[in-house]
Protein backbone atom coordinates (compact mmCIF):
# COMPACT_ATOMS: atom_id res chain seq x y z
CA UNK A 1 0.00 0.00 0.00
CA UNK A 2 2.59 2.45 0.80
CA UNK A 3 4.68 1.31 -2.50
CA UNK A 4 5.29 4.43 -4.66
CA UNK A 5 3.89 2.61 -7.59
CA UNK A 6 1.13 1.74 -6.11
CA UNK A 7 0.34 5.37 -4.56
CA UNK A 8 0.04 6.56 -7.76
CA UNK A 9 -1.96 3.66 -9.79
CA UNK A 10 -4.54 4.70 -7.07
CA UNK A 11 -4.39 8.58 -7.72
CA UNK A 12 -4.57 7.61 -11.24
CA UNK A 13 -7.94 5.69 -10.24
CA UNK A 14 -9.25 8.40 -8.15
CA UNK A 15 -8.29 11.51 -10.47
CA UNK A 16 -9.32 9.30 -14.18
CA UNK A 17 -12.93 7.93 -13.28
CA UNK A 18 -13.83 9.50 -16.42
CA UNK A 19 -11.21 8.40 -19.04
CA UNK A 20 -12.42 4.42 -17.65
CA UNK A 21 -15.78 5.47 -18.23
CA UNK A 22 -15.30 6.77 -21.65
CA UNK A 23 -13.08 3.72 -22.61
CA UNK A 24 -16.09 1.34 -21.09
CA UNK A 25 -18.33 3.20 -23.44
CA UNK A 26 -16.59 2.44 -26.36
CA UNK A 27 -16.15 -0.97 -25.80
CA UNK A 28 -19.73 -1.57 -24.82
CA UNK A 29 -21.14 -0.11 -27.80
CA UNK A 30 -19.46 -2.74 -29.95
CA UNK A 31 -22.12 -5.75 -30.18
CA UNK A 32 -20.78 -8.67 -28.79
CA UNK A 33 -23.43 -11.64 -29.03
CA UNK A 34 -22.36 -14.84 -28.07
CA UNK A 35 -20.58 -16.40 -31.19
CA UNK A 36 -20.57 -12.83 -32.34
CA UNK A 37 -17.66 -11.34 -30.33
CA UNK A 38 -15.11 -10.77 -33.58
CA UNK A 39 -15.17 -6.74 -33.63
CA UNK A 40 -15.33 -6.09 -30.18
CA UNK A 41 -12.08 -8.30 -29.75
CA UNK A 42 -10.63 -7.03 -32.63
CA UNK A 43 -11.31 -3.85 -30.99
CA UNK A 44 -9.33 -4.76 -27.49
CA UNK A 45 -6.11 -6.04 -29.58
CA UNK A 46 -5.74 -2.91 -31.07
CA UNK A 47 -6.01 -1.28 -27.33
CA UNK A 48 -3.25 -4.02 -26.30
CA UNK A 49 -0.93 -2.90 -28.85
CA UNK A 50 -1.39 0.34 -28.10
CA UNK A 51 -0.93 -0.50 -24.44
CA UNK A 52 2.52 -1.72 -25.36
CA UNK A 53 1.70 -6.01 -24.46
CA UNK A 54 3.49 -8.11 -26.17
CA UNK A 55 2.34 -11.38 -27.76
CA UNK A 56 -0.52 -9.90 -29.19
CA UNK A 57 -3.12 -11.88 -30.87
CA UNK A 58 -6.77 -13.47 -31.28
CA UNK A 59 -6.39 -17.12 -31.15
CA UNK A 60 -8.04 -19.66 -32.64
CA UNK A 61 -11.27 -20.18 -30.58
CA UNK A 62 -11.39 -16.13 -30.59
CA UNK A 63 -9.91 -15.02 -27.57
CA UNK A 64 -7.57 -11.88 -27.30
CA UNK A 65 -4.37 -12.00 -25.47
CA UNK A 66 -1.45 -9.92 -24.61
CA UNK A 67 1.13 -10.60 -22.25
CA UNK A 68 2.59 -7.93 -20.04
CA UNK A 69 5.84 -9.45 -19.21
CA UNK A 70 7.24 -8.77 -15.74
CA UNK A 71 11.20 -9.97 -15.13
CA UNK A 72 10.67 -13.47 -15.29
CA UNK A 73 7.84 -15.46 -17.16
CA UNK A 74 6.69 -17.37 -13.65
CA UNK A 75 4.38 -16.99 -11.90
CA UNK A 76 2.28 -16.47 -14.90
CA UNK A 77 -1.36 -15.21 -13.68
CA UNK A 78 -4.09 -14.47 -16.33
CA UNK A 79 -6.23 -12.05 -15.84
CA UNK A 80 -9.09 -11.60 -17.39
CA UNK A 81 -12.70 -10.73 -18.90
CA UNK A 82 -15.33 -11.92 -21.18
CA UNK A 83 -16.40 -10.36 -24.34
CA UNK A 84 -19.31 -12.04 -24.76
CA UNK A 85 -22.87 -10.74 -23.28
CA UNK A 86 -26.31 -12.94 -24.18
CA UNK A 87 -27.98 -10.76 -26.54
CA UNK A 88 -28.41 -11.23 -29.85
CA UNK A 89 -26.71 -9.29 -32.93
CA UNK A 90 -29.78 -7.33 -33.42
CA UNK A 91 -30.00 -6.20 -30.06
CA UNK A 92 -29.50 -1.96 -30.06
CA UNK A 93 -25.66 -1.87 -28.05
CA UNK A 94 -25.84 2.34 -27.62
CA UNK A 95 -24.62 3.07 -24.74
CA UNK A 96 -27.18 5.64 -22.85
CA UNK A 97 -26.31 7.62 -20.21
CA UNK A 98 -28.84 9.35 -17.18
CA UNK A 99 -28.01 10.85 -14.37
CA UNK A 100 -25.08 8.88 -13.26
CA UNK A 101 -25.76 5.22 -14.46
CA UNK A 102 -25.11 4.04 -18.35
CA UNK A 103 -27.64 1.95 -19.86
CA UNK A 104 -27.03 -0.90 -22.63
CA UNK A 105 -27.00 -4.69 -22.62
CA UNK A 106 -23.80 -6.45 -21.05
CA UNK A 107 -22.32 -2.50 -19.96
CA UNK A 108 -21.67 -4.26 -16.70
CA UNK A 109 -21.59 -7.88 -17.47
CA UNK A 110 -18.87 -7.86 -18.61
CA UNK A 111 -18.45 -4.29 -19.86
CA UNK A 112 -17.00 -3.35 -16.30
CA UNK A 113 -14.79 -6.37 -16.45
CA UNK A 114 -13.22 -5.61 -19.78
CA UNK A 115 -13.06 -1.99 -18.60
CA UNK A 116 -11.06 -2.98 -15.50
CA UNK A 117 -8.44 -5.03 -18.10
CA UNK A 118 -7.77 -1.90 -19.75
CA UNK A 119 -7.09 0.05 -16.48
CA UNK A 120 -4.95 -2.28 -14.81
CA UNK A 121 -2.88 -2.72 -18.41
CA UNK A 122 -2.77 1.03 -18.40
CA UNK A 123 -1.49 2.29 -15.16
CA UNK A 124 0.64 -1.41 -14.49
CA UNK A 125 2.17 0.32 -18.14
CA UNK A 126 2.22 4.02 -17.15
CA UNK A 127 3.34 3.94 -13.86
CA UNK A 128 6.28 1.64 -15.30
CA UNK A 129 5.14 -0.83 -11.82
CA UNK A 130 8.07 -3.33 -12.38
CA UNK A 131 6.49 -7.19 -11.71
CA UNK A 132 8.41 -10.39 -10.88
CA UNK A 133 6.38 -12.29 -12.75
CA UNK A 134 4.08 -11.63 -15.76
CA UNK A 135 0.31 -11.41 -16.50
CA UNK A 136 -1.59 -12.52 -19.65
CA UNK A 137 -4.53 -10.31 -20.00
CA UNK A 138 -7.03 -12.19 -22.28
CA UNK A 139 -10.87 -11.60 -23.24
CA UNK A 140 -12.66 -14.47 -23.31
CA UNK A 141 -15.30 -15.04 -25.91
CA UNK A 142 -18.09 -17.81 -25.10
CA UNK A 143 -18.43 -17.38 -21.30
CA UNK A 144 -22.38 -16.73 -21.42
CA UNK A 145 -25.05 -19.58 -21.86
CA UNK A 146 -24.84 -21.89 -25.00
CA UNK A 147 -21.27 -20.56 -25.16
CA UNK A 148 -20.30 -22.92 -22.67
CA UNK A 149 -16.80 -21.20 -21.37
CA UNK A 150 -15.44 -22.42 -24.89
CA UNK A 151 -13.00 -19.45 -25.25
CA UNK A 152 -11.34 -20.52 -21.32
CA UNK A 153 -11.61 -24.03 -22.02
CA UNK A 154 -9.63 -23.60 -25.30
CA UNK A 155 -7.02 -21.61 -23.02
CA UNK A 156 -6.48 -24.15 -20.86
CA UNK A 157 -6.40 -27.62 -23.23
CA UNK A 158 -5.58 -25.81 -26.75
CA UNK A 159 -4.57 -22.61 -26.16
CA UNK A 160 -0.29 -21.83 -26.82
CA UNK A 161 -0.01 -20.61 -22.97
CA UNK A 162 -2.21 -23.57 -21.42
CA UNK A 163 0.69 -25.76 -19.67
CA UNK A 164 2.06 -22.18 -18.44
CA UNK A 165 -0.98 -20.41 -16.49
CA UNK A 166 0.04 -20.43 -12.45
CA UNK A 167 -2.99 -18.63 -11.92
CA UNK A 168 -6.45 -17.47 -13.03
CA UNK A 169 -8.07 -13.95 -11.98
CA UNK A 170 -11.63 -13.16 -13.95
CA UNK A 171 -13.61 -9.65 -13.08
CA UNK A 172 -17.10 -10.33 -14.27
CA UNK A 173 -19.55 -7.58 -13.13
CA UNK A 174 -19.86 -4.96 -10.70
CA UNK A 175 -18.98 -4.65 -6.49
CA UNK A 176 -16.27 -4.80 -4.60
CA UNK A 177 -16.95 -7.07 -1.91
CA UNK A 178 -17.38 -10.39 -4.25
CA UNK A 179 -14.76 -13.55 -4.13
CA UNK A 180 -16.30 -16.35 -5.98
CA UNK A 181 -14.19 -18.98 -5.40
CA UNK A 182 -16.16 -21.60 -5.77
CA UNK A 183 -17.61 -22.91 -8.70
CA UNK A 184 -20.90 -23.28 -9.42
CA UNK A 185 -22.04 -26.19 -11.92
CA UNK A 186 -24.99 -26.64 -14.09
CA UNK A 187 -25.80 -28.58 -16.88
CA UNK A 188 -28.25 -27.53 -19.75
CA UNK A 189 -29.99 -29.28 -22.04
CA UNK A 190 -32.40 -28.98 -25.56
CA UNK A 191 -35.27 -30.89 -25.39
CA UNK A 192 -37.05 -31.89 -28.50
CA UNK A 193 -40.56 -33.57 -28.73
CA UNK A 194 -41.17 -35.09 -32.75
CA UNK A 195 -44.11 -36.41 -33.93
CA UNK A 196 -45.78 -37.08 -37.13
CA UNK A 197 -48.10 -33.95 -36.56
CA UNK A 198 -51.49 -33.28 -38.41
CA UNK A 199 -55.24 -31.72 -38.63
CA UNK A 200 -56.43 -30.91 -35.02
CA UNK A 201 -60.07 -32.34 -35.60
CA UNK A 202 -59.02 -34.94 -38.48
CA UNK A 203 -56.18 -36.73 -37.02
CA UNK A 204 -56.83 -36.17 -33.08
CA UNK A 205 -55.26 -39.26 -31.37
CA UNK A 206 -51.76 -38.79 -33.08
CA UNK A 207 -49.22 -37.90 -30.53
CA UNK A 208 -48.61 -34.08 -29.53
CA UNK A 209 -45.32 -32.89 -29.09
CA UNK A 210 -46.71 -29.87 -27.29
CA UNK A 211 -48.42 -31.48 -24.72
CA UNK A 212 -45.76 -34.28 -24.23
CA UNK A 213 -43.88 -31.15 -23.62
CA UNK A 214 -46.88 -29.38 -20.92
CA UNK A 215 -46.07 -33.03 -19.40
CA UNK A 216 -42.59 -32.90 -19.58
CA UNK A 217 -42.59 -29.43 -17.74
CA UNK A 218 -45.30 -30.17 -15.30
CA UNK A 219 -43.17 -32.90 -13.98
CA UNK A 220 -39.81 -30.84 -13.47
CA UNK A 221 -41.67 -28.12 -11.68
CA UNK A 222 -43.06 -30.50 -9.27
CA UNK A 223 -38.78 -31.29 -8.11
CA UNK A 224 -38.62 -30.93 -4.43
CA UNK A 225 -35.49 -28.61 -5.02
CA UNK A 226 -33.69 -28.65 -1.95
CA UNK A 227 -32.57 -24.86 -0.35
CA UNK A 228 -29.32 -26.22 1.24
CA UNK A 229 -27.72 -26.92 -0.58
CA UNK A 230 -29.07 -24.27 -3.15
CA UNK A 231 -30.73 -26.30 -6.28
CA UNK A 232 -32.15 -24.76 -9.26
CA UNK A 233 -34.22 -25.50 -12.48
CA UNK A 234 -35.35 -23.61 -15.00
CA UNK A 235 -37.11 -24.00 -18.32
CA UNK A 236 -35.86 -21.18 -19.73
CA UNK A 237 -37.02 -21.14 -23.31
CA UNK A 238 -39.75 -23.29 -25.52
CA UNK A 239 -40.80 -22.89 -29.13
CA UNK A 240 -42.60 -25.85 -31.79
CA UNK A 241 -46.14 -25.30 -33.77
CA UNK A 242 -47.32 -24.19 -36.81
CA UNK A 243 -51.24 -23.00 -35.95
CA UNK A 244 -53.86 -23.62 -33.45
CA UNK A 245 -55.60 -25.87 -35.74
CA UNK A 246 -52.69 -28.05 -36.22
CA UNK A 247 -51.22 -31.02 -34.32
CA UNK A 248 -47.65 -29.74 -34.40
CA UNK A 249 -44.41 -32.03 -35.25
CA UNK A 250 -42.21 -30.95 -33.36
CA UNK A 251 -41.92 -28.97 -29.97
CA UNK A 252 -38.51 -27.69 -27.86
CA UNK A 253 -37.61 -26.41 -24.74
CA UNK A 254 -33.78 -25.03 -23.50
CA UNK A 255 -33.62 -26.33 -19.37
CA UNK A 256 -31.11 -25.48 -17.21
CA UNK A 257 -30.11 -26.89 -14.24
CA UNK A 258 -27.68 -26.19 -11.40
CA UNK A 259 -26.85 -26.99 -8.00
CA UNK A 260 -23.85 -26.17 -5.52
CA UNK A 261 -23.03 -29.36 -4.73
CA UNK A 262 -22.41 -32.31 -7.19
CA UNK A 263 -24.23 -35.27 -6.16
CA UNK A 264 -27.10 -32.82 -6.16
CA UNK A 265 -26.66 -31.86 -9.54
CA UNK A 266 -27.01 -35.73 -10.83
CA UNK A 267 -30.25 -36.43 -8.56
CA UNK A 268 -31.36 -33.60 -10.26
CA UNK A 269 -29.89 -34.42 -13.81
CA UNK A 270 -31.80 -38.30 -13.44
CA UNK A 271 -34.92 -36.77 -12.03
CA UNK A 272 -34.88 -34.34 -15.54
CA UNK A 273 -33.75 -37.13 -17.62
CA UNK A 274 -36.51 -39.59 -16.42
CA UNK A 275 -39.31 -37.14 -16.42
CA UNK A 276 -38.33 -35.98 -19.66
CA UNK A 277 -38.94 -40.08 -20.88
CA UNK A 278 -42.27 -40.34 -18.84
CA UNK A 279 -43.66 -37.14 -20.58
CA UNK A 280 -42.59 -38.65 -23.89
CA UNK A 281 -44.42 -42.31 -22.54
CA UNK A 282 -47.37 -40.94 -21.21
CA UNK A 283 -48.28 -39.00 -24.45
CA UNK A 284 -47.58 -41.57 -26.32
CA UNK A 285 -49.74 -43.92 -24.59
CA UNK A 286 -52.48 -42.07 -25.43
CA UNK A 287 -52.29 -42.22 -29.14
CA UNK A 288 -54.50 -43.37 -31.95
CA UNK A 289 -53.60 -47.60 -32.69
CA UNK A 290 -51.69 -47.66 -35.42
CA UNK A 291 -50.17 -44.08 -35.24
CA UNK A 292 -46.37 -43.77 -35.18
CA UNK A 293 -45.05 -42.79 -31.28
CA UNK A 294 -43.57 -39.35 -30.23
CA UNK A 295 -39.43 -39.70 -30.36
CA UNK A 296 -37.53 -37.77 -27.29
CA UNK A 297 -34.04 -36.25 -28.56
CA UNK A 298 -31.91 -34.93 -25.28
CA UNK A 299 -28.92 -33.09 -26.23
CA UNK A 300 -26.39 -31.99 -23.76
CA UNK A 301 -25.61 -27.85 -24.72
CA UNK A 302 -23.94 -27.09 -21.37
CA UNK A 303 -21.86 -28.80 -18.99
CA UNK A 304 -20.01 -26.84 -16.34
CA UNK A 305 -17.84 -28.44 -13.73
CA UNK A 306 -18.48 -27.73 -9.67
CA UNK A 307 -15.30 -27.15 -7.43
CA UNK A 308 -13.56 -24.66 -5.34
CA UNK A 309 -10.36 -23.28 -5.39
CA UNK A 310 -9.51 -23.54 -1.22
CA UNK A 311 -10.82 -20.41 1.19
CA UNK A 312 -7.08 -20.99 2.96
CA UNK A 313 -5.41 -20.88 -0.42
CA UNK A 314 -3.29 -18.18 -0.67
CA UNK A 315 -4.95 -16.35 -3.82
CA UNK A 316 -8.10 -16.32 -1.81
CA UNK A 317 -6.44 -14.90 0.84
CA UNK A 318 -4.52 -12.28 -1.01
CA UNK A 319 -8.06 -11.17 -2.12
CA UNK A 320 -9.45 -11.26 1.15
CA UNK A 321 -7.10 -8.59 2.69
CA UNK A 322 -7.02 -6.86 -0.27
CA UNK A 323 -10.53 -6.67 0.21
CA UNK A 324 -10.15 -5.78 3.63
CA UNK A 325 -7.32 -3.27 3.55
CA UNK A 326 -9.73 -1.21 1.34
CA UNK A 327 -12.24 -1.30 4.64
CA UNK A 328 -14.97 -3.39 2.85
CA UNK A 329 -15.66 -6.83 4.43
CA UNK A 330 -15.51 -9.47 1.45
CA UNK A 331 -17.57 -11.96 0.42
CA UNK A 332 -16.66 -15.61 -0.49
CA UNK A 333 -19.66 -16.65 -3.03
CA UNK A 334 -20.31 -19.15 -5.12
CA UNK A 335 -21.06 -18.72 -9.13
CA UNK A 336 -20.65 -19.96 -12.55
CA UNK A 337 -18.14 -17.90 -13.66
CA UNK A 338 -14.91 -18.79 -16.20
CA UNK A 339 -12.96 -19.45 -13.23
CA UNK A 340 -15.29 -22.65 -13.09
CA UNK A 341 -13.11 -24.24 -15.67
CA UNK A 342 -9.26 -23.86 -13.72
CA UNK A 343 -10.62 -24.67 -11.08
CA UNK A 344 -11.85 -27.68 -12.54
CA UNK A 345 -8.16 -28.26 -14.03
CA UNK A 346 -6.72 -27.59 -10.16
CA UNK A 347 -5.12 -23.90 -10.89
CA UNK A 348 -5.70 -21.25 -8.29
CA UNK A 349 -8.87 -19.32 -9.69
CA UNK A 350 -11.24 -16.67 -8.53
CA UNK A 351 -13.69 -13.98 -9.87
CA UNK A 352 -13.86 -10.68 -8.27
CA UNK A 353 -16.22 -7.74 -8.92
CA UNK A 354 -14.74 -5.02 -11.16
CA UNK A 355 -16.33 -2.09 -8.65
CA UNK A 356 -19.12 0.02 -9.35
CA UNK A 357 -22.84 -0.69 -9.40
CA UNK A 358 -24.86 -2.71 -11.57
CA UNK A 359 -28.76 -3.44 -12.29
CA UNK A 360 -31.07 -5.77 -14.50
CA UNK A 361 -28.73 -8.03 -15.60
CA UNK A 362 -28.88 -9.97 -18.46
CA UNK A 363 -32.06 -7.67 -19.38
CA UNK A 364 -32.44 -4.92 -22.48
CA UNK A 365 -32.54 -2.31 -19.18
CA UNK A 366 -28.68 -3.24 -18.09
CA UNK A 367 -27.58 -0.21 -16.20
CA UNK A 368 -23.95 0.86 -14.49
CA UNK A 369 -23.28 3.22 -12.08
CA UNK A 370 -19.48 3.75 -12.11
CA UNK A 371 -19.46 5.78 -8.84
CA UNK A 372 -16.95 4.68 -6.65
CA UNK A 373 -15.92 1.80 -9.16
CA UNK A 374 -11.96 2.94 -8.24
CA UNK A 375 -12.17 0.95 -5.11
CA UNK A 376 -12.94 -2.20 -7.30
CA UNK A 377 -10.11 -0.90 -9.62
CA UNK A 378 -7.67 -0.87 -6.02
CA UNK A 379 -8.41 -4.10 -4.53
CA UNK A 380 -7.31 -5.43 -8.41
CA UNK A 381 -4.82 -4.07 -8.59
CA UNK A 382 -3.92 -5.06 -4.94
CA UNK A 383 -4.73 -8.52 -5.98
CA UNK A 384 -2.88 -8.99 -9.57
CA UNK A 385 0.57 -7.02 -7.79
CA UNK A 386 0.49 -9.44 -4.90
CA UNK A 387 0.12 -12.69 -7.05
CA UNK A 388 2.92 -11.31 -9.72
CA UNK A 389 5.17 -10.23 -7.29
CA UNK A 390 6.48 -6.56 -7.25
CA UNK A 391 9.93 -5.69 -7.79
CA UNK A 392 11.32 -3.64 -4.83
ZN1 LIG B 1 -20.47 -12.24 -16.83
Known sequence: MSHVA???AFRYFETHADTITEEQIRICSIPASPFGEQERAEYLRQKFIELGLSEVEIDEEGNCLGLLRGASLKPLLVVSAHLDTVFSKDADFTVSK??????????ADDGCGLAALLALAHVIQNEQIALEGSLLFVGTVGEEGEGNLRGVRHLFTNGRWASEVDAFLSFDGPGVDRITNRALGSRRYRVE???PGGHSWGDFGVPNPV?????AISRLAGYPAPKDPRTTFNVGRIEGGTG??????RAAMEVDLRSSAEPELQRLDAFFRRAMRDAADEENGTRRAGDPPLQLKLELIGERPTGETPADSPLVELALEATRVLGVEPRLDQSSTDSNLPISLGIPA?????????GSSHTLDEWYDPRDREKGLKRALLVVLGAAGLRK
Not at 211 to 215: E, L
Not at 244 to 249: A, D, E, H, L, T
Not at 350 to 358: C, H, P, V
Open 6 to 8: VVR
Open 98 to 107: REHKLYAPGI
Open 193 to 195: FIG
Open 211 to 215: HAMGR
Open 244 to 249: VNSIPS
Open 350 to 358: ITLGAGGAS
